[in-house]
């Protein structure tokens, strides 16, 4: 036996944790794996990166892995094919062309994905989308999750990523963490914040339930779901109103102080404390204890972002930071920990509709000349493109055919399970003419699909990732793909290349390159040096040796704003869209669970992960709340919002208030997308997956109701051409 050792990044969240594999060559068998010292891990990985490559192996437990290219010949409610590639590529690019030639570049939409294929392949979809097809719409998951912290830090500090790094948290004195659950999210970000925490950081944790951090924090503010605002302003009344702001900073480095202060001066802790629930005397420790270090951290992460008011919070959070002088020093700033293992990187790579790689706007003449001299094209198209959250509007809710989407090329994403109100987005995936799906394993979208494009998966790919807090890593490949699949780089340059616009590389090394060297602030960045230092954290302008990259931001509370100033801004607290009322009583908010990942093709295809947690998922509610509907644990229930109705498990726990259930969204029977809401905030367009109006209903048959549910599996499942029944015993 031969074995081979392998280096690489994990591929769930953006911890970007280091992990050694060893692989029997003769075999291309996964052997061992474990983790390696990288930077922001140390030794560390969590079960996922233990026990979340089995996938790789293909044991079909939950679905299968995509093999070769299969496409409906028939139009849109034929079977689908399998097909060669040569047919497959000529069927996409003629259906996109036609699309194009009728109804203009606009009509349609490209996502991308922030998970397995890396900044290579989301650089050259974009590319393609801008160049080939001649539109902006091109967008990605980070719409769904931390936009909101991309364009409420923008507006205020100039940058939308992490100011710190992930190692730097453990040497913060205060930590105010709001809306994040690391310790399911990001287990190995949550060690440093235990390891803060035992180095004598005092701990706030603002969060409805008692996660891990409130377990640990020295004050824990329980608030009310949706309230963020009423307490981030009063926060910074109270830090007024005390004298406690750093007049300094302010004036040094700071502009609108005055209309700031003015909103927030209507937020006395009185006023808050109805709001949100929370004691006055609270807000007000939290307060003078956040203000009173030089070295306060803000952890946020999608209890912030996935409210109608997410935009709003991430400024006032960016003005407490300004407000108190924390920037632009070692472990203080403001970190919306990004959530998969590379949307850091996806955004980076200019998969957004307003922006080209390296953050440089659409709106820009000069980058527009820029990027078009450099991709060969006369002009590139100069609107911001559509947001994906608003496909749908731009499909069933558009009467007028011309300005509707008729074509959506989706790589590397699952809508038709982690998009809001799932109703919607199928009859809106039913709607469009050409649906193209580029996946590694058939998901709930590929069922809609016109044209499926196997992909190879992390694992049997090279390229770079960026972890949450810019750090630019390799991923290697451990073993070798089999089956008729094609790295996803190679899928986008041949439909590029058919539709009339030549796209040819000979590595990902060479698509990095190109994409450098158009992006001052990941120009130093080669792969040579990424190889050497093992990681380069953004900015890093020079190829040289001596710019080894930026650990922190705002350095000396210089801002990435035009004129260097940090902008004070923050607006008033409105609820939630949709509130409990008499039909629906409770709020229902959606969360993580540790085990399972996203729209969980790949965990929920690890036999150990799978053995943790199966269908149909569960609800946590109060005990005070099942007793009163006469529940027990384990129990199936039914649980309805405005727009649907699913089944999942009873979990009664103390973790949460009473009033408010929560369900995690990697479930196909519990899928708690048919109940949320498609409200979205007027800026970043981030759905308010954390708050709508639901109820809870006693089954009296369980018998009955677990027969439908191993019935409705099994169904799904073969209708993606699986024999086999998948629930565990
Ligand atoms: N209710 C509710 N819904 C939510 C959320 C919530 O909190 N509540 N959170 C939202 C958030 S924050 C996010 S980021 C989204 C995530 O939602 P998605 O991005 O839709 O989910 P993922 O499971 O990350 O993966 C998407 C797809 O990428 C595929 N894939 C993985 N690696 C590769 C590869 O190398 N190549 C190709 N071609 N495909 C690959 C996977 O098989 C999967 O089908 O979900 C959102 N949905
Ligand atoms: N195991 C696992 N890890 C993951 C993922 C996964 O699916 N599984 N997904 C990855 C992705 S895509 C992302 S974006 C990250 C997200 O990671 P997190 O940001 O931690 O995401 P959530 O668990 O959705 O929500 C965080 C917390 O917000 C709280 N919350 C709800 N409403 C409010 C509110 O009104 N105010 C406040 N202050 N808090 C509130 C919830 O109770 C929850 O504890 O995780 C990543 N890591
Ligand atoms: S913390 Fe994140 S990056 Fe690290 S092993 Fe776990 S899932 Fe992977
Ligand atoms: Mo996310």
């Known amino acids: 036996m031969t074995t081979r050792q392998t280096q690489t990044t994990c591929c769930y969240c953006g911890a970007g944790c280091q992990l050694l594999f060893t692989t029997d060559i003769e075999a291309n068998k996964i052997l061992d794996v474990h983790p390696v010292k990288g930077r922001t891990n140390d030794d560390k990985a969590c079960l996922k990166g233990w026990?979340?490559?089995?996938?790789?192996?293909?044991?079909?437990?939950?679905?299968?892995?995509?093999?070769?290219?299969?496409?409906?010949?028939?139009?849109?409610?034929?079977?689908?094919?399998?097909?060669?590639?040569?047919?497959?590529?000529?069927?996409?690019?003629?259906?996109?062309?036609?699309?194009?030639?009728?109804?203009?570049?606009?009509s349609i939409m490209g996502?991308?994905?922030?998970?397995?294929?890396?900044?290579?392949?989301?650089?050259?979809?974009?590319?393609?989308?801008?160049?080939?097809?001649?539109?902006?719409?091109?967008?990605?998951?980070?719409?769904?999750?931390?936009?909101?912290?991309?364009?409420?830090?923008?507006?205020?500090?100039?940058?939308?990523?992490?100011?710190?790094?992930?190692?730097?948290?453990?040497d913060a004195q205060v930590i105010f963490n709001i809306g994040y659950n690391a310790a399911a999210s990001h287990p190995v970000v949550a060690r440093r914040i235990v390891k803060a925490r035992e180095k004598g950081a005092f701990i706030i944790c603002a969060d409805p339930r008692i996660t891990e951090t409130a377990r640990i924090s020295q004050l824990h503010l329980?608030?009310?779901?949706?309230?963020?605002?009423?307490?981030?302003?009063?926060?910074?009344?109270?830090?007024?109103?005390?004298?406690?702001?750093d007049k300094a900073f302010i004036e040094a480095h700071t502009k609108d102080y005055e209309a700031f202060k003015e909103i927030v001066l209507s937020y006395p802790p009185e006023k808050v404390s109805e709001i949100t629930g929370l004691r006055p005397d609270d807000i007000r420790l939290a307060a003078?204890?956040?203000?009173?270090?030089?070295?306060?951290?803000?952890?946020?992460?999608?209890?912030?972002?996935?409210?109608?008011?997410?935009?709003?919070?991430?400024?006032?959070?960016?003005?407490?930071?300004?407000?108190?002088?924390?920037?632009?020093?070692?472990?203080?700033?403001?970190?919306?920990?990004?959530?998969?293992?590379?949307?850091?990187?996806?955004?980076?790579?200019?998969?957004?509709?307003?922006?080209?790689?390296?953050?440089?706007?659409?709106?820009?003449?000069?980058?527009?000349?820029?990027?078009?001299?450099?991709?060969?094209?006369?002009?590139?198209?100069?609107?911001?493109?559509?947001?994906?959250?608003?496909?749908?509007?731009?499909?069933?809710?558009?009467?007028?055919?011309?300005?509707?989407?008729?074509?959506y090329y989706i790589f590397g994403e699952d809508p038709a399970q982690s998009d809001p109100d799932l109703a919607e987005l199928r009859e809106t995936l039913e709607a469009i003419d050409f649906v193209v799906v580029q996946d590694v394993f058939f998901n709930k979208t590929a069922l809609y699909a016109d044209a499926i494009l196997p992909a190879t998966s992390w694992g049997e790919h090279e390229g770079v990732y960026t972890s949450s807090d810019r750090g630019f890593q390799r991923i290697r490949k451990v073993v070798e793909p089999f089956g008729d699949i094609k790295d996803d780089w190679e899928i986008i340059c041949l439909i590029s290349t058919a539709m009339g616009y030549p796209m040819k590389y000979k590595n990902t090394e060479e698509i990095w390159n190109e994409m450098i060297?158009?992006?001052?602030?990941?120009?130093?960045?080669?792969?040579?040096?990424?190889?050497?230092?093992?990681?380069?954290?953004?900015?890093?302008?020079?190829?040289?040796?001596?710019?080894?990259?930026?650990?922190?931001?705002?350095?000396g509370g210089q801002f990435a704003t035009p004129d260097g100033r940090g902008i004070f801004k923050t607006s008033h607290y409105h609820p939630p869209t949709e509130v409990e009322n008499n039909e629906f009583p409770l709020t229902l908010c959606t969360v993580r669970e540790v085990g399972h990942y996203s729209a969980r093709t790949m965990t929920g295809n690890c036999r150990t992960l799978r053995n943790l947690?199966?269908?149909?998922?569960?609800?946590?509610?109060?005990?005070?709340?099942?007793?009163?509907?006469?529940?027990?644990?384990?129990?199936?229930?039914?649980?309805?919002?405005?727009?649907?109705?699913?089944?999942?498990?009873?979990?009664?726990?103390?973790?949460?208030?009473?009033?408010?259930?929560?369900?995690?969204?990697?479930?196909?029977?519990?899928?708690?997308?048919?109940?949320?809401?498609?409200?979205?905030?007027?800026?970043?367009?981030?759905?308010?997956?954390?708050?709508?109006?639901?109820?809870?209903?006693?089954?009296?048959?369980?018998?009955?109701?677990?027969?439908?549910?191993?019935?409705?599996?099994?169904?799904?499942?073969?209708?993606?051409?699986?024999?086999?029944?998948?629930?565990?015993?």
């Open 222 to 245: 329980p608030l009310k779901g949706g309230t963020n605002l009423a307490l981030t302003n009063g926060l910074a009344y109270v830090i007024i109103d005390e004298g406690l702001e």
């Open 111 to 170: 996502a991308a994905s922030a998970r397995g294929p890396g900044n290579e392949p989301n650089y050259l979809m974009q590319k393609f989308m801008r160049a080939c097809v001649g539109t902006n719409n091109i967008d990605h998951c980070a719409r769904i999750c931390h936009a909101a912290s991309v364009a409420g830090s923008r507006q205020t500090i100039g940058e939308g990523a992490m100011s710190l790094s992930i190692p730097e948290i453990e």
């Open 288 to 407: 003078r204890r956040y203000a009173g270090s030089r070295s306060s951290v803000i952890l946020w992460g999608m209890g912030v972002t996935q409210f109608s008011q997410g935009v709003e919070v991430v400024k006032s959070l960016c003005s407490l930071a300004m407000l108190t002088g924390n920037f632009g020093r070692p472990s203080t700033g403001t970190g919306p920990v990004r959530g998969q293992n590379n949307v850091q990187g996806t955004c980076d790579m200019g998969v957004l509709p307003d922006v080209f790689p390296g953050y440089q706007s659409v709106a820009d003449p000069e980058m527009r000349a820029k990027f078009a001299k450099a991709w060969g094209v006369k002009a590139l198209p100069t609107e911001p493109g559509l947001q994906l959250t608003r496909v749908p509007e731009k499909v069933v809710h558009e009467k007028d055919p011309a300005k509707r989407i008729h074509a």
């Open 613 to 729: 947690e199966d269908e149909p998922g569960w609800v946590e509610m109060s005990p005070r709340d099942c007793q009163a509907l006469g529940l027990s644990a384990n129990e199936l229930v039914r649980i309805t919002s405005k727009r649907g109705s699913v089944i999942t498990r009873c979990l009664p726990t103390e973790r949460v208030r009473p009033g408010a259930v929560y369900m995690t969204y990697q479930w196909w029977i519990g899928a708690c997308n048919e109940l949320t809401i498609s409200s979205l905030d007027p800026t970043s367009r981030t759905p308010e997956y954390k708050y709508c109006a639901a109820k809870v209903e006693k089954i009296e048959d369980q018998a009955s109701a677990e027969k439908e549910v191993r019935r409705v599996y099994t169904d799904i499942r073969s209708s993606m051409g699986i024999a086999q029944e998948g629930l565990s015993a």
């Open 517 to 555: 060297n158009l992006s001052p602030k990941f120009a130093g960045a080669t792969y040579e040096k990424i190889e050497r230092q093992g990681s380069v954290q953004w900015p890093c302008f020079d190829k040289g040796p001596a710019d080894k990259g930026t650990m922190y931001l705002h350095k």
């Open 51 to 106: 026990f979340g490559w089995d996938f790789l192996n293909d044991p079909q437990i939950l679905t299968k892995r995509l093999r070769a290219p299969m496409i409906r010949k028939g139009g849109k409610h034929s079977p689908l094919e399998v097909v060669g590639w040569d047919e497959a590529i000529k069927f996409v690019a003629d259906n996109l062309a036609k699309i194009k030639a009728k109804w203009g570049p606009d």
